[in-house]
C-alpha cells in the first residue's frame, strides 16, 4: 500500500481562521489515524495579497492548537520551475497549447455571447495553430497564455468524492482553461496539483468551495501521467443567515486567534470545530485525542453545510454557545495543574497575578480555581467574574445589588455586624463560619438567605456562584470581614 501523505495548504492572505483551522484538523486527524504524514504548504503564489504576517499568524495558530505536521513549511514560490516544468511537458505532449488571442479580442467575444444569452466558452480558435503559425506569432513577440486542451470528444470527468460520492461533468462542459497567464505566471490551480504529485499526496481534504476545481485539476493529473488521489470535499460552514461564514463578512469571531484570546482551551477549539461538519454516528460530544483518532473517518464527513450559531448583535454573544459549553466542559474536567498554568498568562495580563500562587499560596491557589471553574467557559471568566478572588478592586454586578442589596436596606447594619461574629470566631472556616451567619440570622430574626446573598455580593460581586461557606473561607477572614464591613458604601 502507497503512503498516506496529506497537505494543509493555506494561502497567507490573512489570519487563520476556524475554517482553515477545522481543514486542518481533519487533515491531521486522518493523516495521523493512518500513520501518514501532513505536508505544511504555504500557498503563497499570489504575491500581491500573500504577506510574513499572515505566514507567521497561520503557524502561530497551529501550533497553539496543538496541530503538528510532518514535513514543511514548504513555500509554493520556490517550486516555480516545477510549475513551469509540467506546463511545458503538456505543451510537448499536447495537452496544453499556446493561445494568442488578446484580451481584446476575447472580450468582444465574451460580449456577444453575452447579447445572444449564450454563455462565453473559448471559442478555441488558438487550438489547432500550426507549428508554423505558432512560431511566426511568437518570433513577432505576440503575447500568449497556454491553454489547457480539454478532451473533445464525447465523456466525461468522473470521480467519487468520498464525502460527496461520485461525480461527473463532461468534456464538453469544461473550457479550454487558461493554465499560464501571459506574462508567464502559472495559475493556482496548476501550481496546486504540480505541488500535490510532486509531495505525493494520497487524500486532498477541502472545502466543498474547491469542488469546483476538481475536475479541471483532474485533467491535470491525468494529463501529467500522475495517480489520482482521492478527494473529498467537507461542507461549508454558514452563519445562521445561511452566508458563508468569512473573514470579511464575520470579522475576529472566525479567528482562531480570537479563541485564544477569549480564553478557549486548544482542545476546546478542536473538539467544536471537529464537529462542524463531522459526526462519530453517535450522539457523542466530547473526545479526547485517542477517542478522536479513533472514531474519525471520513464517512462521518456531512455533506450538509454545518451552522455556526452566529449573533452579531447581542454584544454579549462572544461565540457559538456550543462551543463554549464544549471548552467550559474541558476548562471544569481539566487537571487543577494543568488549569493553572493556563491561568496563569490571563491573571497576569489582568494585572492579579502573584508569585505566592506558585510557591506559599500554591495550595490555596488550586483550592481557588477548582471551587470557582464549576461555573466558568473560558480563561478570560477567572478575570472577570473571578476577580474578587485575586483582588480587591472587582465590580459589583448591578443586577446582584439590586436583587441581594437594595432591597434589604438593613444589610448596612447587618453585614458588618456579621463582620463582627466573623472576626471574633477562635477558628476561621466554612463550619464555623455557616454557624455564625445562621446563629446572627435567628437572632436578627431574618432568614439567612438574606445575609449569605449579601454577603455572597459584596464579597464576590457576583449574583451566584458556588457555595458560599466554601466562598468565605476560601476569600479568607481579612477579606471577607473587609469586604463586609464596606457594604455602606452600596447606600451612599
Ligand atoms: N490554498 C488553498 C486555500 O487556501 C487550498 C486549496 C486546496 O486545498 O486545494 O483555499
Given at each position: 500500500?502507497?503512503?498516506?501523505?496529506?497537505r494543509?495548504?493555506?494561502?497567507?492572505?490573512?489570519?487563520l481562521?476556524?475554517?482553515?483551522a477545522?481543514?486542518a484538523?481533519?487533515?491531521?486527524l486522518?493523516?495521523?489515524?493512518h500513520?501518514?504524514?501532513?505536508?505544511?504548504?504555504?500557498?503563497?503564489t499570489?504575491?500581491?495579497r500573500s504577506?510574513?504576517?499572515?505566514i507567521d499568524?497561520?503557524i502561530?495558530g497551529l501550533?497553539w492548537l496543538g496541530?503538528?505536521?510532518?514535513e514543511?513549511p514548504y513555500?509554493q514560490t520556490?517550486?516555480?520551475?516545477d510549475?513551469?516544468?509540467?506546463a511545458?511537458k503538456?505543451l510537448?505532449?499536447g495537452?496544453?497549447?499556446?493561445?494568442?488571442?488578446t484580451?481584446?479580442?476575447l472580450?468582444?467575444?465574451?460580449?456577444a455571447?453575452?447579447a445572444?444569452?449564450?454563455d462565453?466558452?473559448?471559442d478555441k480558435?488558438c487550438?489547432?495553430?500550426s507549428a508554423?503559425?505558432?512560431a511566426?506569432?511568437?518570433?513577432?513577440?505576440?503575447?500568449f497564455?497556454?491553454r489547457f486542451?480539454?478532451?473533445?470528444q464525447?465523456?466525461a470527468?468522473v470521480f467519487?468524492d468520498?464525502?460527496?460520492g461520485?461525480?461527473?461533468?463532461?468534456?464538453?462542459?469544461?473550457?479550454?482553461?487558461?493554465?499560464?497567464?501571459?506574462n508567464?505566471?502559472p495559475?493556482?490551480?496548476l501550481?496546486n496539483v504540480?505541488?500535490?504529485?510532486?509531495?505525493?499526496?494520497?487524500?486532498?481534504?477541502?472545502?466543498?468551495?474547491g469542488l469546483a476545481?476538481t475536475?479541471?485539476?483532474?485533467?491535470i493529473?491525468?494529463?501529467l501521467?500522475?495517480?489520482?488521489p482521492?478527494?473529498?470535499?467537507?461542507?461549508l460552514?454558514?452563519?445562521?443567515q445561511?452566508?458563508?461564514i468569512?473573514?470579511?463578512?464575520?470579522g475576529?469571531?472566525?479567528a482562531?486567534?480570537y479563541y485564544?484570546e477569549?480564553g478557549f482551551?486548544?482542545?476546546?477549539l478542536?473538539?467544536?470545530?471537529?464537529?462542524l461538519?463531522?459526526s462519530s454516528?453517535?450522539d457523542?460530544?466530547?473526545f479526547?485525542?485517542?477517542?478522536l483518532l479513533e472514531?474519525?473517518?471520513?464517512?462521518g464527513i456531512?455533506?450538509?453545510?454545518?451552522?455556526?450559531n452566529?449573533?452579531?448583535?447581542?454584544?454579549?454573544?462572544i461565540?457559538?454557545?456550543?462551543a463554549?459549553?464544549?471548552?467550559?466542559?474541558?476548562?471544569?474536567t481539566?487537571p487543577?495543574?494543568?488549569l493553572?498554568?493556563?491561568?496563569?498568562?490571563f491573571?497576569?495580563k489582568?494585572n492579579?497575578?502573584n508569585?505566592?500562587?506558585?510557591?506559599d499560596?500554591?495550595?490555596?491557589f488550586?483550592q481557588t480555581l477548582?471551587l470557582i471553574?464549576e461555573?466558568?467557559y473560558?480563561l478570560?471568566?477567572?478575570?472577570?467574574?473571578?476577580r474578587?478572588?485575586f483582588?480587591?478592586d472587582f465590580?459589583?454586578?448591578?443586577?446582584?445589588?439590586d436583587?441581594?442589596?437594595?432591597?434589604?436596606p438593613q444589610?448596612?447594619?447587618?453585614?458588618?455586624?456579621?463582620?463582627?461574629?466573623?472576626?471574633?470566631l477562635?477558628d476561621?472556616?466554612?463550619?464555623?463560619?455557616?454557624?455564625?451567619?445562621?446563629?446572627?440570622?435567628?437572632e436578627l430574626?431574618?432568614k439567612?438567605g438574606?445575609?449569605?446573598?449579601?454577603?455572597?455580593?459584596?464579597t464576590t460581586?457576583?449574583?451566584a456562584?458556588p457555595g458560599?461557606?466554601?466562598v468565605?473561607?476560601?476569600?479568607?477572614r481579612?477579606?471577607?470581614?473587609?469586604?463586609?464591613?464596606?457594604v455602606?458604601?452600596?447606600?451612599a
Open positions: 500500500m502507497s503512503e498516506v501523505r496529506l494543509f495548504p493555506p494561502s497567507p492572505t490573512g489570519y481562521h476556524i475554517g482553515g477545522r481543514t484538523i481533519y487533515n491531521w486522518y493523516a495521523k489515524k500513520n501518514g504524514k501532513l505536508v505544511l504548504r504555504i500557498e503563497d499570489d504575491a500581491e504577506t510574513q504576517e499572515s499568524g497561520i502561530d501550533t496541530i503538528t505536521w510532518d514543511g513555500f520556490e517550486f516555480a520551475a510549475h513551469a516544468a509540467a511545458k503538456m510537448d505532449s495537452h496544453a497549447y499556446k493561445c494568442f488571442c484580451v481584446e479580442e472580450e468582444a467575444k465574451r460580449e455571447a453575452q445572444a444569452k449564450l462565453f466558452k473559448y480558435t487550438r489547432n495553430l508554423a503559425d505558432v511566426a506569432k511568437e518570433a513577432a513577440g505576440i503575447p497564455v497556454i486542451k480539454v478532451p473533445e464525447e465523456g470527468v467519487e468520498a464525502v460527496y461520485r461525480i461527473e461533468r463532461r468534456y464538453r462542459d469544461i473550457e479550454d482553461f487558461v493554465i499560464v497567464r501571459s508567464g505566471k495559475l493556482y490551480l501550481c504540480v505541488d500535490d504529485i510532486r509531495d505525493r499526496i494520497s487524500h486532498i481534504v477541502r472545502g466543498q468551495d476545481n475536475p479541471r485539476q483532474i485533467l493529473y491525468q494529463a501521467g500522475a495517480k489520482l482521492i478527494f473529498a470535499h467537507m461542507p460552514t454558514l452563519d445562521l445561511k452566508r458563508k468569512s473573514k470579511r463578512s464575520h475576529e469571531i472566525v482562531v486567534q485564544r477569549i482551551l486548544p482542545w476546546g478542536i473538539n467544536f470545530l471537529v464537529l461538519g463531522w454516528g453517535d457523542r460530544e466530547f479526547s485525542e485517542a477517542e472514531a474519525f473517518s471520513l464517512d456531512s455533506r450538509s453545510n454545518s451552522i455556526f452566529y449573533k452579531k448583535d447581542d454584544p454579549k454573544f461565540t457559538d454557545p456550543k463554549l459549553s464544549i471548552n467550559g466542559h474541558y476548562l471544569q481539566i487543577i495543574e494543568e493553572a498554568g493556563l491561568v496563569k498568562p491573571l497576569q489582568a492579579i497575578w508569585d505566592a500562587y506558585e510557591a499560596r500554591r495550595a490555596w488550586l477548582g471553574r461555573r466558568y473560558t478570560v471568566d477567572f478575570t472577570t467574574l473571578g474578587a478572588y483582588a480587591d465590580e459589583i454586578e448591578e443586577r446582584a445589588i436583587k441581594n442589596i437594595t432591597k434589604n444589610l448596612a447594619e447587618w453585614l458588618p455586624l456579621l463582620a463582627d461574629r466573623l472576626a471574633a477562635a476561621y472556616n466554612r463550619e464555623t463560619v455557616e454557624q455564625a451567619a445562621r446563629a446572627l440570622a435567628e430574626g431574618v439567612p438574606i445575609l449569605i446573598n449579601g454577603a455572597r455580593t459584596v460581586g457576583c449574583l456562584g458560599m461557606f466554601e468565605l473561607e476560601t476569600l479568607g481579612e477579606r471577607v470581614t473587609d469586604r463586609l464591613r464596606n455602606a458604601k452600596l447606600f
